[in-house]
T-cell receptor, first 113, second 114 residues
């Protein structure tokens, strides 16, 4: 079956612009996670969605970052007024339920010029 | 707080065994994982171990857990050039509001020479 997909695979933007990154989890997976992978910080947790519960936003680095998950499926991570330090690979993962194996997407490579 | 640390580089010859080490600080960790990342690819789960286990073997992979020292290792037997990748250790706590959230180490770059 289809795995986790993310789009776009690459995004180049200018400093100050807003970007939206999309994640399509595996159908039926209730848990969805966003992580960021950068040279300086390694792999960091950003945000976690589980069913209809309020998301855990504790990993979001600033209020320029937000995410939503519509209908318990597709998720969008939005970065407003991008900065060069936002350049990273943004990874999405989904899981059948919390604590089970997380299946990762290929990531979106964001470059802020 | 949570912290997971790994050595950054490991170089081995094809056919030898590789041992990648990881230390963690969160004593409430429930699951400990090893992920593999190949160039340009996402993360692939290799294996995991429950915190109440000491060892787990899965074909060429052996995971050892020393809970007292909070030390985790991944041994790859008969290492092949296709095993060249970045290996991440990760831990999670099965409880609270961030159930399943992974905390990763920095990753170990494994290079296998023919």
């Amino acid at each position: 079956g289809a795995g986790v997909s993310q789009s776009p695979s690459n995004k180049v933007t200018e400093k100050g612009k807003d970007v939206e990154l999309r994640c399509d989890p595996i159908s039926g997976h209730t848990a969805l996670y966003w992580y960021r992978q950068s040279l300086g910080q390694g792999l960091e947790f950003l945000i976690y969605f589980q069913g209809n519960s309020a998301p855990d936003k504790s990993g979001l680095p600033s209020d320029r970052f937000s995410a939503e998950r519509t209908g318990g499926s597709v998720s969008t991570l939005t970065i407003q007024r991008t900065q060069q330090e936002d350049s990273a690979v943004y990874l999405c993962a989904s899981s059948p339920s919390p604590g089970n194996e997380q299946f990762f997407g290929p990531g979106t490579r964001l470059t802020v010029l | 707080g949570e912290d997971v640390e790994q050595s950054l580089f490991l170089s081995v010859r094809e056919g030898d065994s590789s041992v990648i080490n990881c230390t963690y600080t969160d004593s409430s960790s429930t699951y400990l994982y090893w992920y593999k990342q190949e160039p340009g690819a996402g993360l692939q789960l290799l294996t995991y171990i429950f915190s109440n286990m000491d060892m787990k073997q899965d074909q060429r992979l052996t995971v050892l857990l020393n809970k007292k020292d909070k030390h985790l290792s991944l041994r790859i037997a008969d290492t092949q050039t296709g095993d060249s990748a970045i290996y991440f250790c990760a831990e999670t706590y099965a409880g609270g509001t961030s159930y399943g959230k992974l905390t990763f180490g920095q990753g170990t770059i494994l290079t296998v020479h023919p």
